[in-house]
């Protein structure tokens, strides 16, 4: 699940390692709003949670809603009254829950969301011609039945290279989303992943393969498989004999 936090200084500081504290969850965070809705408006997110801080949830729900943003929304704030609750349902809001919930509630309302806001034609996700199934945690490559052989981390990897296709992904973003921050092993274990992951793309006939951006990190990019056509060759001219009884 590829989240987008929103959380002002005010606020509960340690929210951001509740939500990373399951791996399946990928969390980008800001602390304003202005960089969050550039955020949504360049990346697909699951779901933004919203942490106000000592601001009025309302008017920053209206905000992002009135930038013409549909991504779930979930505001985490307490002491909202009855009135104010539905106020900010009415803003746009897809849930509200207080900050101290816990962690196993919030992770399961957070799946809930995003679970109602996908449907049945939204659970794929695309890049080029790499089509990725969440929930049978496959790949396939589109037009054809094939299925990419990715381990459990070769997935994991590929499918945030996918969420964030258009853009360069850097190494601490990977190792976040593959080990959570905890016994995360030898950097160039991600050379070896990038490495299979292309070979085995290759295999499965996939023109969408992975681009290394040299001293920055790793993005999604078209490579076209056809061999390009080469002129042939001009014969070469073919000598002619020489009668030497005539010379």
Not at 72 to 82: F, I, Q, S, T, Y
Not at 113 to 127: F, T
Not at 146 to 175: D, H, S, Y
Request: hydrophobic share 45%; glycine share 6%.
């Amino acid at each position: 699940m590829n989240v987008l936090l929103i959380e002002y200084p005010t606020a509960l500081l340690s929210l951001s390692r509740r939500l990373r504290s399951q791996g399946e969850i990928l969390v980008e965070t800001t602390f304003s709003l202005e960089p969050a809705l550039a955020l949504l408006r360049r990346y697909a997110f699951d779901l933004v949670v919203l942490n106000p801080g000592e601001l009025d949830a309302c008017a920053l729900v209206r905000d992002i809603r009135s930038a013409g943003l549909e991504t779930p929304l979930l505001v985490m704030a307490d002491d909202l009254g009855l009135q104010s609750r539905v106020a900010v349902f009415a803003a746009g809001a897809d849930d509200v829950i207080e900050q101290e919930t816990d962690v196993a509630e919030l992770h399961a309302r957070m799946r809930a969301i995003v679970r109602r806001s996908r449907g049945p034609q939204k659970a794929l996700l695309r890049a080029g011609d790499l089509v990725l199934n969440p929930q049978a945690r496959e790949v396939k490559v589109a037009g054809t039945d094939a299925t990419v052989p990715l381990t459990g981390k070769e997935l994991e990897l590929l499918e945030l290279l996918i969420l964030r296709n258009g853009a360069v992904v850097g190494k601490q973003a990977m190792f976040a989303r593959l080990y959570n921050g905890v016994n995360e092993p030898d950097p160039k274990i991600l050379e070896v992943f990038v490495c299979k992951i292309r070979r085995k793309l290759a295999q499965a006939g996939a023109s969408t393969t992975i681009g290394t951006v040299w001293g920055r990190g790793y993005m999604l990019r078209e490579e076209s498989r056809r061999a390009e056509r080469r002129p042939a060759p001009a014969p070469a001219p073919k000598e002619q004999a020489v009668d030497l009884f005539s010379v």
